[in-house]
């Protein structure tokens, strides 16, 4: 998949849980921006059906 380059102004709460999931998951940023795009974006497509996130461990597992 090809990607473009885009420049976005966040808050510094949001660089921050931004900066604390990319070493969580240890994921890039921008690959984090871009799974929450998609996800957001999903909601108008009607092809796409959204899937619950599993569980964390230990966690109780409550369906959307």
């Known amino acids: 998949m090809s990607k473009e380059r885009t420049n976005i102004y966040i808050t510094q709460r949001q660089k921050k849980q931004l900066e604390k999931r990319s070493q969580e998951e240890n994921l890039p940023m921008a690959e984090i921006i ?7 974006l999903a909601w108008d497509d009607q092809h796409i059906t959204p899937v619950p996130k599993p569980p964390k461990k230990g966690g109780p597992f409550i369906p959307a």
């Open 34 to 40: 871009r799974r929450a795009l998609d996800a957001y």
